[in-house]
């Protein structure tokens, strides 16, 4: 798929159908994130695979705003290290490509960043050096969004010129 197809047509999956997705798949994921360039290329993240009902059961209770994790068919917890600087974005990062790979392959995603995290450090023992950042559920759309278009502002309320506020050169020619 097209990169430039990709991103406008991929929207958040939250309803999965029961369709497995191939481990193929699964790698093409990981191996996204491992590729995706971090803050000095310190690669501090570490990825947890969550494969089998009980343990994706699991991420959904210890979630407080991605219940619907559950229905998907695997899953992948996000740890970054707090000390360095920007491990926020980095996870954004890699969620990003690994959202843009399983959509290359027709595999929705979506993305929660609510734990009680405590538990969630329990149950997946997640080293006190390491916190979860995000967490993504992946699968085949129960719901096809194919052709829905994205809830957007237009580029002119968000992207400037020069300078805050002043109009795109290209969008005031068209
Ligand atoms: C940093 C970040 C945190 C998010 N956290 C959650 C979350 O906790 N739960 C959830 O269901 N969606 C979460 N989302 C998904 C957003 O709701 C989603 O990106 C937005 O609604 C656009 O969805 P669309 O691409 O399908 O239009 C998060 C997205 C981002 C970028």
């Keep these: 798929m097209d990169t430039i197809d990709a991103i406008a047509t991929k929207l958040e999956t939250r309803q999965f159908d029961q369709k497995k997705v191939p481990d193929e798949v699964k790698m093409k994921v990981l191996e996204s994130a491992r590729l995706t360039g971090s803050s000095n290329n310190t690669q501090h993240w570490r990825f ?12 959904a209770d210890d979630s407080t705003t991605g219940p619907w ?12 290290d707090p000390k360095v600087n920007g491990h926020m974005i980095d996870a954004g990062r890699a969620l990003q490509d690994m959202q843009l790979a399983a959509w290359n392959y027709g595999v929705g995603s979506g993305i929660f960043t609510g734990f009680n995290q405590e538990k969630l450090k329990q149950d997946f023992a997640i080293p006190p050096n390491l916190v979860p950042t995000a967490a993504l559920g992946f699968g085949y759309a129960a719901v ?10 237009p580029l002119e309320q968000i992207a400037y010129s020069g300078k805050y506020g002043q109009p795109l050169k290209m969008a005031a020619a068209k």
Excluded: Y
């Design 48 to 59: 947890i695979l969550l494969e089998d009902p009980q343990s994706v059961g699991r991420l």
């Design 69 to 80: 994790v559950r229905g998907a068919n695997f899953a992948v917890l996000i740890l970054t």
């Design 144 to 153: 096809k969004k194919t052709g829905k278009r994205k809830e957007r502002k």
